[in-house]
Nanobody, 120 residues
Framework: VPLVEYGGGSAQAGASLTLSCESFGAAFIVWLGDMAWYRQARGKERELVAR???????ELADFAKGRFVVSRDTSKDEMLLHMNALQPEDTATYTC?????????????WGRGIQVAVSS
């Protein structure tokens, strides 16, 4: 079940970027549960950025509150992360995660990650 991230790149401090995560699905997927964005900066541990449930309930990390918005379109199995007022400390690899449910089991699925670089 591939998860593919789009929208990364370079930005100036204060600018905005929108990341998207799409599931291209497989024949045996029944449904997607929670989806989330994680990020990992060089030399640091991976951290949760935002998480959104199937019904749209979301949570944001403290550093993302007031700047980032996470949304989800279940009809497309797509999750968006709108990042505003970017700061150099937001520079990291952003990775999509999904709780994927098959007929008889579930699986944590990760995307390959996408780079975001913010310059001052």
């Amino acid at each position: 079940v591939p998860l593919v991230e789009y929208g990364g790149g370079s930005a100036q401090a204060g600018a905005s970027l929108t990341l998207s995560c799409e599931s291209f699905g497989a024949a045996f997927i029944v449904w997607l549960g929670d989806m989330a964005w994680y990020r990992q900066a060089r030399g640091k541990e991976r951290e949760l950025v935002a998480r959104v449930s199937r019904d749209g309930t979301s949570e944001l990390a403290d550093f993302a509150k007031g700047r980032f918005v996470v949304s989800r379109d279940t009809s497309k199995d797509e999750m968006l992360l709108h990042m505003n007022a970017l700061q150099p400390e937001d520079t990291a690899t952003y990775t999509c995660w999904a709780d994927v449910h098959f007929t008889f089991t579930r699986q944590d699925v990760w995307g390959r990650g996408i780079q975001v670089a913010v310059s001052s």
